[in-house]
């Protein structure tokens, strides 16, 4: 018997592929809102690293940001639509098991995450150019960091009911913490106690990778960054699984 897995899998990528100008233009349109405003105000007020020109310190981080946002946002969405929708059940009655399902989301959201970030570079180098210094470390850390969120969106989509519900989960948990992790900033310009809490923050361990990964310099190592980020993935993956296996609020 055959398996459900590619059909899904590709349903889940035209998904976000046939709306394209919503879910890859905009995101990049947002992001270079965000690097022409705060590059023009803050260029040659803010010094990083040392040598590195604010500008680009910034782009790795809105490329991070805009990748982490859209992850979530894939599985999110589309979970908590196909319930209020009803064609929930089109997902389940098929032969699938909970892994394939979870990996199918997963893999859409992450190609979408990647998409995005992809994009905001290419836009970038029109202002400014930024190769990486270390491309494995880049791509290493963006398929994690997107693996992350488009778990917490698997997550978010089978716990929230409704729309408010998902709204709150983004707006009071991934927000805070993505733009409290180092996007616009080195936590070494903060008080003591606020890198502190920034090293709580597993978003900021995703960004400084990241960003070690372009400029071969970062607030922390980035092994530890590594260990970090690859620890809480594969807690999430295991979280999720469970939540998939066991049907929460999938089979009522």
């Not at 210094?133 to 698997?154: D, K, T």
């Not at 089978?158 to 948990?173: C, G, I, T, V, Y």
């Not at 310009?189 to 070690?212: E, H, K, M």
């Amino acid at each position: 018997m055959g398996s459900g897995f590619p059909t899904l899998l590709r349903k889940e990528l035209m998904r976000f592929w046939k709306v394209g100008f919503q879910t890859i233009a905009a995101p990049v349109l947002t992001a270079l809102l965000y690097l022409l405003v705060f590059a023009h105000v803050l260029q040659n007020r803010v010094h990083v690293y040392g040598t590195v020109p604010y500008t680009s310190f910034l782009i790795p981080g809105l490329m991070m940001m805009s990748m982490l946002q859209n992850s979530f946002a894939n599985a999110s969405s589309s979970l908590i639509q196909s319930r209020i929708t009803g064609n929930l059940v089109f997902i389940l009655l098929p032969p699938m098991s909970h892994r394939e399902i979870f990996g199918a989301y997963l893999l859409a959201s992450v190609t979408r995450g990647l998409s995005v970030g992809a994009c905001v570079w290419l836009v970038a180098l029109f202002f400014i150019p930024l190769p990486a210094a270390h491309a494995a470390w880049v791509l290493i850390f963006a398929v994690l960091s997107c693996g992350i969120l488009a778990n917490l969106g698997i997550i978010a989509g089978l716990w929230s009911e409704k729309f408010d519900h998902l709204a709150a989960f983004q707006n009071f948990l991934i927000m805070p913490a993505t733009f409290l992790s180092g996007v616009f900033y080195s936590i070494h310009s903060l008080p003591p106690f606020w890198q502190a809490v920034s090293r709580w923050n597993p978003i900021f361990y995703t960004i400084d990778g990241f960003r070690y990964g372009f400029f071969a310099i970062s607030d922390v190592s980035p092994w530890h960054s590594l260990a970090v980020v690859c620890g809480v993935f594969i807690a999430l993956s295991v979280c999720t699984l469970r939540l998939l296996a066991s049907g929460y609020k999938l089979r009522n």
